[in-house]
């Protein structure tokens, strides 16, 4: 059994930084595809980045040069760091693991970017 669990959103200034974590709790997480996703209100949840156990990434987003996903296999996390946060950021943001039989959400952790 899989287990996702986000950290490290919060109130940001337009302009700011965050680095999003996402704890995997299970068997080889290495194995895993690790994806972002974010849910603002009112809107639907939009794929950001993803990160194959090979390292290989997609975005999703337009402005990519934004957001950068990794990973840290021997941790058991991915990472999701967002630069230059625009109020239009703020959502909740969700980690997804997925390795074609199993998928996996967390229950998202929430940003805000306002002065």
């Known amino acids: 059994q899989v287990h996702l669990v986000e950290s490290g959103g919060g109130l940001v200034q337009p302009g700011g930084s965050l680095r999003l974590s996402c704890v995997f709790s299970?068997?080889?997480?290495?194995?895993?595809?690790m994806s972002w996703y974010r849910q603002a209100p009112g809107k639907q949840r939009e794929f950001i980045a993803k990160?194959?156990?090979?390292?290989?990434?997609n975005y999703g987003v337009p402005e990519k040069g934004r957001f950068t996903i990794s990973r840290v296999n021997f941790k058991n996390t991915a990472y999701l760091q967002i630069n230059s946060l625009a109020p239009e950021d703020t959502a909740v943001y969700y980690c997804n693991a997925h390795n074609g039989f199993v998928e996996t959400w967390g229950q998202g952790t929430p940003v805000t970017v306002s002065s």
């Open positions: 990160i194959l156990s090979g390292g290989f990434t």
């Open positions: 299970g068997i080889d997480f290495s194995s895993y595809t």
